[in-house]
């Protein structure tokens, strides 16, 4: 007989003795399974039994393996007499189903405390000790505390419990609902950067501390990982975002299933998903809860636990007791650090990145990078994606582009700046303000000029004049020759009527763009960066707040930012003092006109004698995009008649954007010598 087998059949002797006191003989007789266990007992089975005892007794680890399981369960209950006759009762229901039906017969209940304290002849047990041996077996065997009475309350060995005693490690499968485990035999990939935050972790530990928190983002689980392995421990991952969702009636039972495991494991927990809007911004509360309700409890148990926490927020007094640290993560990555990244995680994938090129580019934290060259094993190859736009599309992806799509649109220009037509000036500016953009990382990373400008790294380009001069098109070119995406803002769902939400709108656009070295294009700008009013009421002031707040997050970009206005004067003189190359398109004159007309009458487009100098001189006040717009409009009548593109075709698509009325008045004469068509 193993160890288990002689518990279950001494508790039965114990309750056959316990009844003959009382009168009744032989209560085991009617039950074959029974009688068959309790008459297998021999001395030889009492021996070793003993033996595997005495060794517990001692605090050795007996060799017995189902001895030493039954040790450690008693260890987790902190059992005394009373409790270890509720496990042993406990034990032996769940392998002999039939001894439930010889209690019931006999003493009238099934596995209960009542049960437990009247085999050991205690009638009146204290209220208080009740409630204090009810908290014990709530961990093991899920007692509901908030039902009462307690102490007639069933108790039931369940299937985890029942497989651990017989040398099971596989955890139960609702487990895998919360979390996963991880083993300190997994392999780990170096950890590139953050070392010292790894190094500090496994000393905390080492030197009997409890409870670590790691603050900030980007490789928080990876560093709870190598942490977990340098002290050789088993550490169970709970996503805290599944866990909060069984939070009222059966989150107790939940969390002291969760906690068995890891004690069953030996393991350590490392709790994630511990986001600013599940602790509601830090708040004492919310903080307070998951102190109270889980980890009091974990801590408890003895077992150390991780915290990856979104805030660098600092828990209560109360965690201090068990020995308390916190580590934070770097918010942002220097230029070297993300270099490393680059260059660990693109020779660990095999591909041939420019680890220097893609640090510049791309300002993602660890986890964001991982992902992110990861995913070109999906991309890699395709032969219908440039590279940059396949590597830009990934980086939107791994750092959270659904968020941001609500804010703004993405879009991948094809537009370069051969596609826009302008004067020689302003195209030597522009090309100035792209090559800015190229050599930031130059400047800023190698020259060490971010120490001598903390502010106003950012290459920032305002753009204004009339409608339909070329600023969206120009934005959209400066994006495509950079090769990265424009990220256009909405401007309606960024500002918000309610106090300080479009502050942190506007901040979640500008985090957006930083790290995916998007190009950041606030069209209709003036309606943001306009001028600062005289505070009147409650709105002007919190108006010029916001206005405050772009200033500050402004100095602080570091990334390429575009503003189009179609009036420079009405942009705050603040913003101007900052934004480092202000172009302003005119209306073009004949020459620009000329380059747009020529551009766009090609050989694709089937078209007899087009009079370009006159469609160029003629027409002063036309704009790029009205000549666009008729241009378009002609195409589609000579399509819909002769099928090519004459003068006629565009002196009627001519005179009905004249007939309009939104930028000049029509009148024949200002059709010229084409006026008879």
Not at 418 to 440: C, F, H, Q, W, Y
Not at 647 to 654: G, N, T, V
């Amino acid at each position: 007989m193993n160890f288990l087998e002689v518990n279950a059949a001494l508790i039965m002797l114990r309750c056959n003795t316990y009844l003959q006191v009382r009168g009744t003989e032989d209560s085991l007789g009617k039950y074959k399974g029974l009688s068959e266990l309790t008459n297998k007992l021999d001395d030889s089975s009492m021996d070793n039994w003993a033996i595997q005892e005495m060794t517990c007794r001692s605090g050795q680890i007996p060799l017995d393996p189902y001895a030493a399981r039954y040790q450690k369960l008693l260890n987790i209950l902190d059992a005394g007499d009373v409790l270890r006759t509720v496990l042993d009762l406990s034990i032996a229901v769940f392998f002999y189903p039939e001894f439930i039906d010889y209690l019931k017969e006999f003493f009238d209940k099934g596995v209960n405390l009542s049960l437990a304290y009247q085999l050991e002849e205690i009638s009146f047990p204290d209220e208080k000790e009740i409630l204090k041996q009810a908290d014990k077996l709530s961990l093991v065997f899920g007692l509901d505390l908030r039902k009462m009475p307690l102490l007639y309350q069933n108790i039931a060995m369940d299937d985890r419990v029942a497989g651990y005693l017989m040398g099971s490690d596989e955890p139960m499968y609702r487990t895998s609902l919360f979390g996963y485990m991880a083993d300190p035999s997994d392999e780990l990939h170096d950890a590139f950067i953050a070392k010292e935050l790894i190094e500090a972790g496994t000393e905390f530990f080492a030197g009997g501390g409890k409870i670590l928190q790691l603050s900030g983002r980007g490789g928080r689980r990876f560093i709870a990982r190598h942490i977990a392995k340098n002290l050789g421990r088993k550490t169970l991952f709970l996503d805290m975002r599944e866990v909060s969702n069984t939070m009222g009636e059966n989150f107790a039972f939940t969390r002291n299933e969760l906690i068995r495991e890891a004690i069953f494991q030996d393991s350590g927990i490392c709790l994630y998903g511990l986001t600013d809007e599940l602790l509601k911004g830090g708040s004492e509360h919310e903080t307070e809860i998951l102190e109270k309700s889980f980890l009091i409890h974990i801590l408890r148990a003895h077992i150390p636990v991780i915290m990856c926490c979104d805030l660098n927020i600092r828990f209560s007094g109360r965690l201090d007791d068990f020995g308390y640290r916190v580590l934070e993560l770097k918010y942002s990555l220097s230029f070297d650090e993300r270099k490393k990244l680059w260059q660990g995680f693109s020779s660990m994938f095999g591909f041939d990145i420019n680890p220097e090129e893609a640090a510049m580019r791309y300002h993602l934290n660890a986890s964001e990078t991982y992902r992110m060259v990861r995913g070109l094993k999906d991309v890699d190859g395709d032969a219908g994606e440039d590279k940059n736009v396949a590597l830009s599309r990934l980086a939107l992806i791994s750092s959270g582009i659904a968020d941001s799509m609500k804010l703004g649109q993405i879009f991948y220009p094809k537009t370069r700046l051969g596609d826009v037509k302008m004067n020689p000036e302003l195209a030597e500016t522009i090309k100035n303000a792209i090559g800015s953009a190229r050599i930031a990382h130059v400047l800023f990373d190698r020259w060490g000029l971010s120490e001598s400008y903390r502010y106003g790294c950012a290459v920032s380009v305002l753009m204004s004049g009339p409608p339909g001069t070329g600023k969206t098109m120009t934005a959209n070119a400066i994006a495509g020759e950079l090769g990265i995406p424009l990220y256009q803002v909405n401007l309606s769902n960024i500002v918000d009527k309610y106090i300080g939400e479009t502050e942190k709108n506007l901040e979640k656009v500008f985090s957006f763009a930083e790290k995916t070295n998007v190009v950041l294009f606030f069209d209709e700008a003036d309606s943001l960066f306009g001028k600062r009013s005289e505070v009147k009421d409650s709105k002007d002031k919190y108006a010029n707040n916001e206005i405050s707040y772009l200033l500050q997050r402004m100095e602080s970009y570091s990334g390429i930012v575009i503003m189009a206005t179609n009036i420079k004067g009405n942009i705050d003189p603040a913003f101007m003092r900052r934004i480092r190359y202000v172009i302003h398109f005119d209306t073009p004159d004949a020459d620009v006109r000329r380059q747009i007309w020529e551009s766009l009458i090609t050989d694709r487009v089937p078209h007899d004698n087009i009079d370009i100098d006159y469609l160029a001189e003629q027409f002063r006040d036309f704009t790029g995009s009205i000549i666009k717009t008729v241009f378009l409009n002609a195409c589609a009548r000579a399509a819909m008649t002769d099928g090519v593109l004459s003068m006629a075709h565009l002196i009627y698509a001519i005179k009905a954007e004249l007939s309009k009325g939104s930028t000049v008045n029509f009148s024949v004469d200002m059709l010229g010598k084409y006026s008879y068509l």
